[in-house]
């Protein structure tokens, strides 16, 4: 699992936020267009691709992609 | 108050309650042997249906266990052959999942249909078709306004197994009639069991959920149990067909 292959799967759940502006430093929760829903996606998005179950926590404690990244690599 | 009117007693009555291991199925057995009647409890996890079992109230002898994974054909059969005849049964047995419906797969929904509606419908039909309810006996279907209500994002799987169901308990309550069985659903809004407690949805998000609902608080399981109680009892002789919802007014 790469960081770059991360952030793109991360990124696919967004609708109006442009894909660039990802990059492993970006505050996620602080986006316009970030939703409960969107914290869902992600965790289903974790699940299918990494067969990682991460919980709502995980997202909570959570402030960058790259944090939520290590936690994905560390149950893998 | 006259001491000996009590329209909702169970006493004299044989209960079935499926998924007793935990939560409202847990609750609804102990509530049932507390209102007098002898109890049969089913769950797939042996050390917790032991503990409800040693829950139940002994004002009545004669409970008892069966270790089920209703899921299970086998199980089914064996849970079907140590039946005694039964005047009432609460399936409470289910799961559930919070999944944005784009990640919905046909894998996650035969996941979810196969716990929360074929396993219950299926035993429906054999306790009718094997003839273990007797004249006048009543069945509760633990369903979910998540089958009538997008109560929470997310909930679009599991809320369909639970509208499944709904339906089939209305076509059981109208066929199972000429037996005088009745046939009924509880329709609860989010209640506090292990459940909802996995984490997908923190305890932050719970508590701020909670607030939706004007009686001001998520559900408890023996809020549930009342209500199977009723449905049960003899004070609900001309209800069938019917989907009881108690969720603290949040479908309102």
Known sequence: MSITEFIENFADQFDETDVTSFTPETKFKQLDEWSSLTALSIIAMVDDEYDVIIKGNDILNSETIQDLFDIIEKQQ | ?252
């Open chain 2, 1 to 252: 108050m006259e001491p000996n009117y009590n329209p909702f007693s169970l006493a004299g009555k044989t209960i079935l309650v499926t998924g007793a291991s935990s939560g409202i199925g847990q609750s609804t057995a102990i509530a049932c042997s507390r209102m007098g009647a002898r109890v049969v409890v089913t769950a797939r996890n042996q050390e917790r249906l032991q503990q409800t079992y040693e829950q139940l109230n002994n004002v009545v002898e004669g409970h008892m266990q069966q270790l089920a994974d209703l899921t299970s054909q086998e199980d089914l059969e064996h849970l079907l052959a140590m039946l005694p005849p039964l005047d009432g049964a609460v399936l409470c047995a289910g799961n559930s999942t919070t999944l944005p419906l784009q990640f919905g797969s046909r894998e996650k929904f035969d996941d979810m249909f196969n716990v929360n509606f074929f396993a219950p419908v299926e035993l429906l039909r054999l306790l009718y078709k094997k003839k273990r309810l007797n004249k006048g006996a009543s069945v509760v279907l633990v369903a979910s306004i998540g089958g009538t209500h997008s109560f929470m994002p997310g909930n679009g799987v599991y809320g369909a197994s639970k509208a499944a169901l709904n339906s089939v308990m209305k076509y059981a309550a109208r066929e199972y009639a000429s037996r005088k069985v009745r046939v009924n659903s509880i329709c609860p809004g989010m209640v506090d069991t292990p459940l909802i407690h996995r984490g997908t949805i923190t305890e932050e998000q719970l508590a701020e959920d909670a607030k939706n609902y004007p009686l001001g608080r998520y559900g408890m399981p023996e809020d549930i149990a009342n209500g199977a109680i009723y449905l049960l009892s003899d004070a609900s002789s001309w209800l069938t067909g019917h989907d009881l919802v108690i969720d603290g007014g949040f479908s309102i």
